[in-house]
């Protein structure tokens, strides 16, 4: 379960990525607001020319490429990645389309500190794909899921969920264009969520704690 009360300090967090970066562009507009609570201090690509690097570097935040290849295997790579997010005091890590499958050791050095988000509305559609599954299967709704990361890949306590309607005429383009716009509304809300320690985790079920936390709403975003 997760503890401590927000102090008002903002919670160091260092993000994730293998490519663009559209959902850490939106993580890092929501933290230029300084009262949002966590604030973006690193940038990690395991890809030296993913175009994220140079989105951050612009916003003025470090990024850094750590690559996955010539470390000694995965377990030398997470260890490296490790070690860079703990020389910078980082509290909290979101993954951001970053295409590596983490360790069992890795994720469990970040136990309740490491989130993902993922297009689709777990448990429904885990891995790749998710758009063209969800067509196949006659879903009526999609959407996509934030959530802490478990050693079982798309596992873990949820966050926070949005759904957008299936549409008649959809493709996967099309569905995955509006499932990106909601991923792009929850996953600050999210983040702002755990950072400010406005929840708690029972079993595999994430509540809000009771005061002066956010309203219930703040866990799903409506259908659009």
């Known amino acids: 379960m997760t503890s401590g009360a927000n102090t008002g300090r903002r919670k160091r967090t260092a993000i994730l990525v293998s490519g663009r970066g559209s959902n850490m562009t939106a993580l890092l507009d929501a933290a230029v607001d300084p009262a949002y609570p966590a604030e973006i201090a690193l940038v990690v690509a395991n890809v030296a020319e993913a175009p994220a690097l140079e989105k951050a570097r612009a916003a003025g935040i470090e990024a850094l490429a750590v690559s996955h290849r010539g470390q000694g295997g995965r377990q030398g790579f ?30 469990e050095r970040w136990h ?96 809000l704690k009771t005061g002066d936390g956010p309203a219930p709403a703040a866990l799903i975003v409506p259908v659009t």
């Open 78 to 107: 997470e260890e490296r990645l490790d070690a860079e997010l703990r020389a910078r005091d980082i509290e909290l890590v979101c993954l951001a389309g970053f295409m590596r499958i983490l360790t069992p050791w890795f994720v």
């Open 112 to 207: 309740d500190r490491l989130l993902n988000i993922h297009p689709a509305l777990l448990p429904a559609f885990k891995g790749l794909d998710t758009h063209a599954r969800a067509l196949a299967e006659g879903c009526r709704l999609h959407g996509a899921t934030v959530h802490y990361v478990r050693a079982e890949m798309d596992a873990g306590p949820i966050i926070a969920q949005g759904a957008v309607a299936v549409m008649d005429g959809d493709t996967p383009q099309t569905l995955g264009a509006r499932v990106l716009a909601v991923e792009h509304a929850i996953y600050p809300k999210a983040l702002a969520l755990v950072a400010s320690d406005a929840v708690e985790i029972e079993g595999m079920r994430v509540r």
